[in-house]
């Protein structure tokens, strides 16, 4: 089994930056992909973005992209979301997640049900 554990959240002001990291321990993997989701009370969880594992390759949801980068250290097992210019409409549970050996393109990773593996969540709360 892999777990994964997210940490980096908390709280700043409308325009700072935060960088959240999530890192990989027990089974990990070369392939698939890795992801980050988040969720605001009473809203559904959301893609954010993810990263190709082997390839680095790269897909964000528009409501982030160019303010987020998601990046990868392989030989930590570690994956980042840097995450600046930050907005209210921000705020949320951040959850990292897992898709391990899967084949494809990583804008075809952005459904929750796609991903086995999930972290516990780190509160990220911007203020105006």
């Known amino acids: 089994q892999a777990q994964l554990v997210e940490s980096g959240g908390g709280a700043v002001q409308a325009g700072g930056s935060l960088r959240l990291s999530c890192a990989a321990s027990?089974?990990?993997?070369?392939?698939?992909?890795m992801g980050w989701f988040r969720q605001s009370p009473g809203k559904e969880r959301e893609f954010v973005g993810n990263?190709?594992?082997?390839?680095?390759?790269?897909y964000y949801a528009d409501t982030v992209k160019g303010r987020f980068t998601v990046s990868r250290d392989n030989a930590k097992n570690t994956v980042y979301l840097q995450m600046n210019s930050l907005k209210p409409e921000d705020t949320a549970v951040y959850y990292c997640?897992?898709?391990?050996?899967?084949?494809?393109?990583?804008?075809?990773?952005?459904?929750?049900?796609?991903?086995?593996?999930w972290g516990q969540g780190t509160q990220v709360t911007v203020s105006p």
């Open positions: 990263i190709g594992l082997r390839w680095g390759s790269l």
């Open positions: 027990g089974r990990t993997f070369s392939k698939g992909f």
């Open positions: 997640a897992a898709a391990p050996s899967v084949a494809g393109i990583a804008s075809s990773y952005t459904r929750e049900r796609q991903y086995a593996y």
